[in-house]
T-cell receptor
Framework: GDSVTQMEGPVTLSEEAFLTINCTYTATGYPSLFWYVQYPGEGLQLLLKATKADDKGSNKGFEATYRKETTSFHLEKGSVQVSDSAVYFCALSYGSSNTGKLIFGQGTTLQVKP | NAGVMQNPRHLVRRRGQEARLRCSPMKGHSHVYWYRQLPEEGLKFMVYLQKENIIDESGMPKERFSAEFPKEGPSILRIQQVVRGDSAAYFC?????????????FGEGSWLTVV
């Protein structure tokens, strides 16, 4: 069945370092892909999304490109800040086209040190 | 425009008691989803509801769990006779009827602890 795999965490970086969090997926059809962020004790916030191959989602300096050929949706940011410390979840939509059924990866914890 | 509202934020129940979690979707949203997040894991889909209808409950445990979304009032996730393994964060999400790109918006979650 459909699935999402993220790189293991925690990822620890110094402020202003470059960030990559890998995400690969397995899916039938053409799912939409998402990155959500969860700050401690809070719910999930949509960070960015892409709905078709080669689309690039971007928000707050984060980017991810929907790569159908490699079934990947890696999250990148050129210069991280301490405030980016959180858990990041990659997800894909599945089921019929207009539902919010998502499959999530296990999450990757990012720790940014000053 | 208020976001998805969940309450209570934290709930402690003894084994065998009932837990009721409430979710008010964003204004204008008629679709509600419940997800469960076990410790150190990602979120798992439980159920998808529209007003007065359960559309997909493929992720709901077969026993003790139920969900509703009445014509008036919030959606309710009900867990009867809770056990320690039910301890988790329960997230509600909502979307409008025409959810372009499958975007859903999450509430801040209800953390259930069973002692």
């Amino acid at each position: 069945g459909d699935s999402v795999t993220q790189m293991e965490g925690p990822v620890t970086l110094s402020e202003e370092a470059f960030l990559t969090i890998n995400c690969t997926y397995t899916a039938t059809g053409y799912p939409s892909l998402f990155w959500y962020v969860q700050y401690p004790g809070e719910g999930l916030q949509l960070l960015l999304k892409a709905t078709k191959a080669d689309d690039k989602g971007s928000n707050k300096g984060f980017e991810a490109t929907y790569r159908k050929e490699t079934t990947s949706f890696h999250l990148e940011k050129g210069s991280v800040q301490v405030s980016d410390s959180a858990v990041y979840f990659c997800a894909l939509s599945y089921g019929s086209s207009n539902t919010g059924k998502l499959i999530f990866g296990q999450g990757t914890t990012l720790q940014v040190k000053p | 425009n208020a976001g998805v509202m969940q309450n209570p934020r934290h709930l402690v129940r003894r084994r065998g008691q009932e837990a009721r979690l409430r979710c008010s979707p964003m204004k204008g949203h008629s679709h509600v989803y419940w997800y469960r997040q076990l410790p150190e894991e990602g979120l798992k889909f439980m159920v998808y509801l529209q007003k007065e209808n359960i559309i997909d409950e493929s992720g709901m445990p077969k026993e003790r769990f139920s969900a509703e979304f009445p014509k008036e009032g919030p959606s309710i996730l009900r867990i009867q006779q809770v056990v320690r393994g039910d301890s988790a964060a329960y997230f509600c999400a909502s979307s409008p009827a025409d959810s372009s790109g499958n975007t859903i918006y999450f509430g801040e979650g209800s953390w259930l602890t069973v002692v």
